[in-house]
């Protein structure tokens, strides 16, 4: 689909949130953003002060004036915490984790004030008040945020950007960037090595080499330029880039050699004055990995408990036709084989029928999928596509053999066709569910749905595990990618 087409898919609502300039979209989102904080202290102070003094002949002047000067407080405070940065829309943690730490230091200032000059401002109004300003800020925003990412998968709200580096590497992140438009980057165009500035990349035109990127900049009215890890750019060349790009207020990132590996393992350590990325080890062991497997069992053991009617009917149902279960060996952590259980979703000599069909797979690399398997039965089919067949591996996350998020168990005969690096994904337990499952299931091919399990293994967190958690129910319910 060409811009102009894009464009024109854009309602009038949405209207305000266009790209009609460089930064056309950003002034509106902050004074929604604006709109958002001053409704979240407005709500939560009136209701702080029915909440405490509901039946009192008067309001105190000190919680009556700290109700009316709290919403100009708390839009300064955030503007202070560098919460409006345009930097920080639409992806990470960032814009929430600011406002949550600008209301704790918040509260602890009402806190200390109120002590100081005696005012005595009711304990009730700032625990009722204050807790409940910051949840519907973050709420709000979060809220807006999803507005933002449904515009961003329609073509608005993007940043127009160009990348700088290898062929290989621009054409990777602009596949990438494609896949996930919410992370509101538009590649224009393209600079890469002399010699190599034919054609275009992927759809995205190659308008010159690394010496010609300002110029390009210039033309493609872009706000925005990445550059990849290359060895042709050292650091004095990076440098006077990022001075050229500061007189036009133009955004500079810059992507390391190590990919794949983000948040809590990095950290920037200046060392002779060069900006070092230091990487911790993946946490694969001890103390965090014994949280992990006692969340597994809880919430495992919990969800057996509430969908055990539901299980009871679907193996009732499944016992018409033959037995209720399917039984595979499947390679766990360390290469341990172990027996996961399935419902059954296929006729009982399915895997006598697979020779015959291995002409109409549908996968590539090792994965063996076919998008209208004959084999498969009709509640199966059901079954299926709201992954209902998997919940009997909740008795394997019970047993030990399976965590509640990881990557895909593979069969024996994937794990003997793996490359080197793919016996990366055995480090940790396999999962119910993982990365590669909430980001398309079996529609991704064979080499991303690797790429998303070994992020997973490298990145791996007890926050990341509920988003993924959280992100599995919605992929479910939609019943994307599943055949």
């Known amino acids: ?43 939560a102070s009136t209701v702080g002060l029915v909440a405490r003094f509901r039946g009192a002949e008067s309001t105190p002047w000190p919680d009556a004036t700290l109700g009316i000067v709290l919403p100009f407080i708390w839009i300064l405070s955030i503007a202070a915490g560098r919460a409006y940065e345009p930097r920080f829309f639409g992806v990470g943690s960032d814009e929430f984790r600011r406002v949550l730490n600008v209301g704790l230091l918040l509260s602890a200032a009402v806190t200390n004030l109120s002590y100081v000059t005696k005012a005595e401002v009711a304990r009730g109004y ?13 709420t709000g925003r979060y809220l807006l945020r999803r507005r933002l990412h449904r515009l961003r998968a329609r073509g608005a709200c993007m940043r127009r950007s ?50 010609d990127v300002v110029r390009v900049i210039g033309v493609c009215r872009a706000d925005t330029v990445a550059v990849l890890a290359c060895p042709e750019i050292d650091a004095a060349r990076l440098r006077r880039l990022a001075w050229q790009l500061e007189k036009g207020d133009t955004d500079l990132f810059v992507a390391p050699a190590l990919m794949d590996v983000a948040g809590p393992r990095t950290t920037i350590r200046p060392i002779a004055g060069l900006p070092l990325l230091h990487v911790d080890h ?89 998008k209208e398997d004959p084999r498969i039965t009709r509640i199966g089919a059901w079954l299926r596509r709201y992954s209902l067949d998997e919940l009997p591996q909740l008795i394997n996350v019970l047993r030990g053999d399976m965590s509640l998020v990881g990557p895909r168990p593979p069969l024996p005969e994937e794990v003997s066709r793996y490359e080197s690096d793919v016996y990366r994904r055995l480090a940790v337990k396999p999962g119910l569910t993982g990365l590669w499952q909430v980001s398309g ?15 997973y293994v490298e990145n791996w967190s007890l926050t990341l595990d509920m988003q993924i958690l959280g992100k599995t129910l919605s992929a479910v319910i939609r019943g994307s990618g599943a055949y």
């Open 1 to 43: 689909m060409t811009t102009v087409e894009q464009a024109d898919t854009i309602t009038l609502r949405e209207k305000s949130f266009r790209l009609t300039s460089r930064h056309g979209w950003i002034p509106p989102y902050i004074r929604w953003l604006v709109i958002i904080d001053a409704a979240s202290a407005i709500t």
């Open 441 to 455: 299931r079996s529609d991704l091919p064979w080499d991303e749905a690797v790429r998303l399990d070994l992020r």
């Open 282 to 370: 993946p946490e694969l062991t001890g103390g965090r990995r014994l949280v992990k497997s006692l969340f597994d069992r809880l919430v495992a053991g919990l969800a057996l408990l509430v969908l055990a009617p539901a299980l009871v009917v679907i193996a009732a149902l499944l016992r018409f036709t033959g037995p209720a279960l399917f039984v595979q060996r499947r390679i766990g952590r360390d290469g341990k084989v172990f027996r996961m259980l399935k419902f059954r979703t296929m006729v009982k000599n399915a895997e006598k029928l697979r020779p015959a069909l291995l002409g109409r797979n549908d996968g590539d690399g090792v994965l063996f999928k076919i």
């Open 126 to 138: 700032a625990l009722v008040t204050l807790p409940l300003m910051i949840f519907l800020d973050v």
């Open 162 to 211: 160009v990348v700088v580096g290898h062929r290989s590497a621009v054409t990777e992140l602009v596949c990438e960037l494609r896949r996930t438009p919410f992370h509101g980057l538009n590649i224009v165009a393209a600079c890469v090595p002399p010699g190599s500035e034919r054609d275009d990349l992927d759809g995205v035109p190659v308008l010159g080499g690394f010496d």
